[in-house]
Each structure stands twice: as C-alpha cells, then as structure tokens.
C-alpha cells in the first residue's frame, strides 16, 4: 500500500485528508501534537487498519529525527506538511509582535523544510511527494489588500522552500509543490468560507495523484489551477 506522513492530522484540512487517503486505501501515518485530546482522529483507528497515530509537535527537531528513525526502512509516497499557525489576526503596522511573527515562520516555513530534510531518505525510496500545504496569501502577485504580514510571509517563504526543493530533488526523483485548500471552513478559515474540507481534500488529492514531474515546483489551488508566485 500506498504510504503517507501527514502533519496537523488531527482537524480541520488535515483531518479531511487523513479520512481521504485512508478510504482510498492508503496506509497513513497521522501527526498531531497531542493524539490524547484528538478523538475524531482515533475514532478513525478503529475504523482503518492502515492508520498509526504519532505525537509530534513540528517545531521539536529532535522529536522529528527520532521518528524518521523510527520509520527508517519505510517508503513515503507523500510527506504532507499540513500542520500550520496564522498568528494574531488584525494586526497593523505599528502592531507587528516579533516573538509570534517568529513563531509563524517557525511552523510555517521552517519546519516542513525540516520535515522534508529528515524524511528525506524514505521519500527517495518511493521516489515520492512532498506536498506543502500554502495559502493564495502568499501569492505577491495576488495580493490586492495588503497586511497579514505575519501569515502572508511566512507562506511567501514556504513557497520559495518547495520551489528550491524541487529543483534540488529532482535528480532522485521527488516531487515537491505548494497547495493552496480554499478558503475552507475550518477554525482558522472560519464560518463564511467558501468550501468545506472534505471539497479540499478530494481536490488536492486529485491533483497529487496525477501530479507530473513538469508541475514540480509549481503552486496550485485544490481545484488544479496554477496561481501566481
């Protein structure tokens, strides 16, 4: 079977992909930061033999490489960087908290790069996928609005990392692209959103499953289109 690492699996998008990949038949391996507290998360465990449940939190670098030790041997078909934090809303010049602004980069940019370097040897062994889940808002050319200093950065920079990690893994043959979900009712996206999480997450895999080499690098929203950088 097919395997997946997924982080931030245990709501929202990252749920709704757990739940897609493990009916498609996948084997997935789900990381949240506390399984403890991530009920509908284990109610799956029960209902698929195919899903194992880590704790992890994806800033804890050393937690990272000990369970890519743990996996040493395992093929990943897909490295999903799902888990992400978009920081106090609302600010404005003048406003911008440092010690969080930090903190977003850290989970949004520097530790998918993380993720993807620790992983890096069971990728090659399926010759697999990194997927970073992204967001429009990183998109310069796309924004029309201005603020979110904080989300919008940190997203611009985590696209910058898949394109540089595509061109350095071709070789070995992984893939690597940056996904935009949607405006998606989630506690981030909140209740006027345009779609829901399940809609998400059957498009997303639609486009991975088909992903070519050529769309290596690239940025694309859940429905397959390209967006600008």
């Excluded at 982080?7 to 038949?25: F, M, P, W």
């Excluded at 078909?77 to 600010?91: E, F, I, M, R």
């Excluded at 692209?177 to 809609?199: E, F, K």
């Amino acid at each position: 079977m097919p395997q997946l690492l997924i982080t931030g699996a245990n709501r929202g998008i990252g749920l709704a992909l757990t739940q897609v990949y493990l009916a498609a038949g996948w084997d997935v391996l789900a990381c949240c930061r506390d399984p403890e507290t991530a009920d509908e998360l284990l109610d799956l465990v029960n209902e698929f033999q195919g899903l194992e449940v880590f704790a992890l939190d994806v800033t804890d670098y050393e937690a990272v490489a000990d369970l890519a030790a743990e996996l040493e041997g395992r093929g990943l078909d897909l490295l999903l960087n799902n888990a992400g934090y978009y920081g106090p809303k609302g600010l404005q010049l003048g406003q911008l908290p440092v010690d969080e602004w930090r903190t977003v980069f850290e989970v949004n940019s520097i530790a998918p790069c993380k993720l993807a370097e620790a992983f890096l040897p069971h990728l090659i062994q399926a010759k697999g996928i990194i997927a970073n889940i992204s967001s429009k808002v990183g998109s310069m050319a796309d924004n029309q609005s201005g603020g979110g200093y904080l989300y919008r950065s940190s997203k611009a920079a985590l696209n910058s990392i898949t394109k540089s990690l595509a061109l350095d893994l071709a070789d070995v043959g992984v893939k690597a692209v940056a996904l935009h979900p949607g405006w998606v009712q989630t506690s981030m996206g909140g209740p006027n959103a345009l779609i829901d999480v399940d809609t998400s997450a059957a498009g997303m895999k639609q486009l991975l499953d088909k992903l070519s080499q050529a769309q290596s690098g690239g940025f694309y929203d859940y429905c397959g289109n390209s967006i600008p950088w």
